[in-house]
């Protein structure tokens, strides 16, 4: 168990419908990542916040947006679903904000958009 | 252009016996490397983290090298379990300031039969 949690486990929803998905970093954790991973596809970076404000941004589609709250934990919203944004979130969370920082993964969020 | 090539792509070995994978990258400036196992559905776990200074690290029955000169590393596996089924990525560090820059390599999928 690496400490980050995520809700829900399984998520399965329409096109075009918006979703959310939930990400709560180990204690401590001040970093947040967000990756997707496709059906046999490696890991995407997509988003990192740090101490809630955003600090790199990756390979995010404009329909997705991500945000931080002050209490840490961090939110991704998917929006205009299509049938290729089904896949595996993942998030990661990581004490410092540098991309030399260790990332420990929470168990991912399965998205099937039917 | 910054790459992580793993190979080979899977691998099939018996319990018991010992296996090597590898990781070829292409990226600059180098920080760090670092080995990932992914079970099927879950979330990623560090095994190991190597700078360049480094040129072997241990964790349990795996075992990482690291080339700086020629940028290659490698995963020795020893006394395979079952249980080391799973997906091993190579992910490197593309510098220590931005975290969008850590290259995925796309996996090496090991199964271990009894």
């Given at each position: 168990d690496s400490g980050v949690t995520q809700t829900p486990k399984h998520l399965i929803t329409a096109t075009g419908q918006r979703v959310t998905l939930r990400c709560s970093p180990r204690s401590g954790d001040l970093s947040v990542y967000w990756y997707q991973q496709s059906l046999d596809q490696g890991l995407q970076f997509l988003i990192q916040y740090y101490n809630g404000e955003e600090r790199a941004k990756g390979n995010i589609l404009e329909r997705f947006s991500a945000q931080q709250f002050p209490d840490l934990h961090s939110e991704l919203n998917l929006s205009s679903l299509e049938l290729g944004d089904s896949a595996l979130y993942f998030c990661a969370s990581s004490v410092g904000g540098l991309a030399n920082s260790e990332q420990f993964f929470g168990p991912g969020t399965r998205l099937t958009v039917l | 252009k910054n790459q992580v090539e793993q190979s080979p792509q899977s691998l099939i070995i018996l319990e018991g016996k010992n296996c090597t994978l590898q990781c070829n990258y292409t990226v600059s400036p180098f920080s760090n490397l670092r080995w990932y196992k992914q079970d099927t559905g879950r979330g990623p776990v560090s095994?190991?983290?190597?700078?360049?200074?480094?040129?072997?690290?241990?964790?349990?029955?795996?075992?990482?090298?690291?080339?700086?000169?020629?940028?290659?590393?490698?995963?020795?596996?020893?006394?395979?379990?079952?249980?080391?089924?799973a997906s091993y990525i190579c992910v490197v560090s593309v510098g220590i300031y931005n975290t969008d820059k850590l290259i995925f390599g796309t996996g090496t999928r090991l199964q271990v039969f009894p």
């Open positions: - | 095994l190991t983290i190597m700078t360049f200074s480094e040129n072997t690290k241990s964790n349990g029955r795996y075992t990482a090298t690291l080339d700086a000169d020629t940028k290659q590393s490698s995963l020795h596996i020893t006394a395979s379990q079952l249980s080391d089924s």
